[in-house]
């Protein structure tokens, strides 16, 4: 499995960016897949993600503002409006079995990241 992100950069504070992950190696419709972020200093943490059977969930910090989607094409989307320079962080994409998928932070090796993609948000 491979996963390849690209999209971020730099933006001032209430602009918006939006990340692409384009996923090859697995059988999309098996996984879970989602957006993890990690500020300098802070835990990963979960931003938002797709289970295997199209559900969706946000973190609180993002719902309103950022939307995850997928094309048929194994790409995996995050539109992030009205960034706040909190979302300042390396972003990672991730894929995994969907019963491994709350264990990712804690056990990394559980599922498949890509390289991430810095976003930085200036106020």
């Known amino acids: 499995v491979q996963l390849v992100e690209s999209g971020g950069g730099s933006v001032q504070s209430g602009g918006s960016l939006r990340l692409s992950c384009v996923a090859s190696?697995?059988?999309?419709?098996?996984?879970?897949m989602g957006w993890f972020r990690q500020a300098p200093g802070k835990e990963r943490e979960e931003v938002a993600a797709i289970d295997s059977d199209g559900s969706m969930r946000y973190a609180d910090s993002v719902k309103g503002r950022f939307t995850i989607s997928h094309n048929a094409k194994n790409t995996l989307y995050l539109q992030m409006n009205s960034l706040k320079s909190e979302d300042t962080a390396m972003y990672y994409c991730?894929?995994?079995?969907?019963?491994?998928?709350?264990?990712?932070?804690?056990?990394?090796?559980?599922?498949?990241w890509g390289q991430g993609t810095q976003v930085t948000v200036s106020s």
């Open positions: 991730a894929a995994a079995i969907s019963k491994w998928w709350s264990l990712l932070v804690r056990s990394p090796s559980l599922g498949y």
């Open positions: 190696g697995y059988t999309y419709n098996r996984y879970c």
